[in-house]
């Protein structure tokens, strides 16, 4: 298990459950930017690979 892992499991486990919009995600990433921007590029990387799931080119 990587160590991200378990941030990733207590996620799960807390809010498992719950069902929240793409919108809401993302100003809760733009949230966590602005109190910790050391990791802009981190989540930068993460919402565009998300936003770029379905993406056929990608493969």
């Known amino acids: 298990m990587y160590f991200?892992?378990?941030?990733?499991?207590?996620l799960e486990n807390r809010r498992g459950e719950e069902e929240v919009t793409l919108?809401?995600?993302?100003?809760?990433?733009r949230t966590f930017v602005d109190l910790n921007p050391d990791f802009e590029v981190p989540v930068e990387r993460l919402a565009t690979w998300l936003a770029r799931l379905d993406?056929?080119?990608d493969d």
């Open 4 to 10: 991200t892992d378990r941030g990733i499991e207590e």
């Open 55 to 57: 993406d056929e080119d």
């Open 23 to 29: 919108g809401w995600v993302a100003e809760q990433l």
